[in-house]
């Protein structure tokens, strides 16, 4: 059990739909971080959700975009879908308040785009 | 920006053997931080190290943080079946609030 929920698990999109991926994060956990993992690579950070704002942002368009709700969960939104945006998506959570850490992650959800 | 580089990107080692994968970072850590991930499944942090030079062991893998927070590594003594998947390190920078992954070293274990 990861402790972190992520939906769906399995996700298959057409190029220029949106398409929105859920997370509840581990219990005690404030801080949720989105991460894209292509095939074969590392995961790449796309933003960092705290107190319900967007605290850090990664190399990623304005087509991706994310919430958080008052009881921590989050969501990622992506637009205007790509055939490169297909890979595994990755919820991570951790405190806030405690930078010293780790992340638990979630077990991700798999989009692709055709 | 922040850039963290894994070496090798892959590891085949025989059951029994050890074995070293370094990581390194364009700029100074605030702490670095090492996660498994097994093929299909997600990472799961292994461990933290903050200070300068910190080394700390966890049964057959040990982790070490350099000098000059820039480098780190990881060793594993008597490889066995249950190591194979994939270690990514991961740096968070002073004014980060992100944790930067490396592309990570695939460890594939001969028995």
């Known amino acids: 059990d990861a402790g972190v929920t992520q939906s769906p698990t399995h996700l298959i999109k057409t190029r220029g739909q949106q398409v929105t991926l859920r997370c509840s994060p581990k219990s005690g956990h404030d801080t949720v971080s989105w991460y894209q993992q292509a095939l074969g690579q590392g995961p790449q950070f796309i933003f960092q959700y705290y107190e319900e704002e967007e605290r850090q942002r990664g190399n990623f368009p304005d087509r991706f975009s994310g919430h958080q709700f008052p009881n921590y969960s989050s969501e990622l939104n992506v637009n205007a879908l790509l055939l490169g945006d297909s890979a595994l998506y990755l919820c991570?959570?951790?405190?806030?308040?405690?930078?010293?850490?780790?992340?638990?992650f979630g077990s991700g959800t798999r989009l692709t785009v055709v | 920006g922040q850039q963290v580089m894994q070496i090798p990107q892959y590891q085949h080692v025989q059951e029994g053997e050890d074995f070293t994968t370094y990581c390194n970072s364009s700029?100074?850590?605030?702490?670095i931080q090492w996660y498994k991930q097994r093929p299909g499944g997600h990472p799961v942090f292994l461990i933290q190290?903050?200070?300068?030079?910190e080394v700390k062991k966890q049964k057959r893998l040990t982790f070490q943080f350099g000098e000059a927070k820039k480098n780190s590594s990881l060793h594993i003594t008597a490889t066995q079946t249950t190591d194979v998947g994939t270690y990514f390190c991961a740096g968070q920078g002073s004014n980060d609030y992100k944790l930067s992954f490396g592309a990570g070293t695939t460890v594939t274990v001969r028995a």
């Open positions: 700029t100074t850590l605030s702490n």
């Open positions: 190290l903050v200070k300068s030079g």
């Open positions: 991570a959570s951790s405190s806030g308040t405690l930078r010293h850490y780790g992340y638990t």
